[in-house]
């Protein structure tokens, strides 16, 4: 439908839905599930330059609100991604959008340049590219997201490799949001995605034990969502960056929160893992509450909890 499409720094989407990095593996797992052409974009979890183990087991747990993981970017390395992840994709879904992440930070330069490589010999495999700059589930804290400086360099080595869209990933464990959104935008970055997991604990009380395998984990669920939606706020006030909201997004009525905050798509994650075809049912309900709203399409419900004013940097 012509009025769900939107636009994230020149990543075109026929609906405002996208799974969320980690939660629809690195292929097509998730085609058992559903048709991967029903999110405005699939994207897939991250892939680094080298191959990873990931952490210990336990990986997951469910806690009061949500879940915690500790997975630790499992995968096969970016060689992997394109001689097979990329062709077994092809043509599956309405965008492709691949996540990245480098474990230094020449790394981000690498894997532009092996990413630009194979768009040459096969145009279209992929629309847009998520810099996960943020995970808090790996020895190294990948802390490229707490530093602007790092993180416009990342984003830079990236960037002058590659000419599609490239969205930032950020965390939420910063002072201040509209500084590392900025360096990003400064080092290229044409969005951001706000935000990732944010770092918790849980303990077995009987043993005075962490229960996932590395201690600590990364929290995502329906309680991550008051915080995300400051986050998307924020950064839209401040910056008026392309954004795509990441946090807690069950329903439709959150998504249009997450558009009326600023976000131009949302990110569904954790409640994929509830129910697989919740995107389906929430695109399906868009329509009515944008009627409700009394706008004519996603478009006009963006950023409509600010000012006229707010935004008029993007």
């Known amino acids: 439908m012509e009025m769900l499409r939107t636009e994230v720094g020149g990543l075109a989407l026929a609906t405002p839905l996208l799974s969320a990095s980690g939660t629809f593996g690195h292929e097509d797992e998730m085609a058992e599930?559903?048709?991967?052409?029903?999110?405005?974009?699939?994207?897939?979890?991250t892939v680094t330059f080298h191959p990873r183990r990931g952490n210990p087991p336990p990986r997951i747990v469910e806690v009061?609100?949500?879940?915690?993981?500790?997975?630790?970017?499992?995968?096969?390395?970016?060689?992997?991604?394109?001689?097979?992840?990329?062709?077994?994709?092809?043509?599956?879904?309405?965008?492709?959008?691949?996540?990245?992440?480098?474990?230094?930070?020449d790394e981000f330069g690498r894997i532009g340049e092996k990413l630009a490589a194979a768009l040459r010999a096969n145009p279209g495999d992929f629309q847009?590219?998520?810099?996960?700059?943020?995970?808090?589930?790996?020895?190294?804290?990948?802390?490229?997201?707490?530093?602007?400086?790092?993180?416009a360099r990342c984003v830079r080595l990236c960037r002058d490799?590659?000419?599609v869209p490239l969205l930032a990933k950020l965390s939420p464990s910063v002072a201040d949001i509209a500084e590392i959104a900025l360096a990003c935008k400064e080092g290229g970055a044409d969005g951001l995605t706000l935000s990732n997991t944010a770092l918790g604990l849980a303990l077995d009380w009987r043993t005075g034990r962490p229960r996932l395998g590395a201690g600590?984990?990364?929290?995502?669920?329906?309680?991550?969502?008051?915080?995300?939606m400051y986050l998307v706020f924020t950064a839209f006030r401040k910056t008026g960056m392309p954004i795509v909201a990441a946090g807690g997004a069950e329903t439709a009525e959150d998504v249009m929160e997450f558009l009326a905050a600023g976000a131009r798509a949302v990110q569904i994650g954790t409640a994929t893992f509830r129910s697989p075809r919740v995107m389906r049912a929430i695109e399906?309900?868009?329509?009515e509450l944008l009627a409700q709203a009394g706008v004519a399409d996603v478009a006009a419900q963006i950023g409509r909890a600010h000012p006229p004013a707010a935004g008029a940097k993007a």
């Open 128 to 151: 847009a590219v998520e810099l996960n700059l943020s995970c808090p589930n790996v020895e190294s804290g990948f802390p490229f997201a707490k530093s602007p400086e790092l993180a």
């Open 64 to 105: 009061s609100g949500g879940i915690l993981n500790s997975i630790g970017l499992p995968n096969e390395g970016i060689d992997h991604l394109i001689a097979v992840t990329l062709p077994r994709m092809r043509g599956r879904t309405r965008a492709l959008v691949v996540n990245v992440a480098g474990e230094r930070v």
């Open 284 to 287: 399906q309900r868009l329509p």
């Open 216 to 228: 600590h984990g990364g929290f995502s669920g329906p309680a991550l969502k008051p915080l995300a």
């Open 33 to 45: 599930w559903i048709d991967l052409r029903e999110p405005g974009a699939v994207v897939l979890k």
């Open 161 to 163: 490799h590659l000419s």
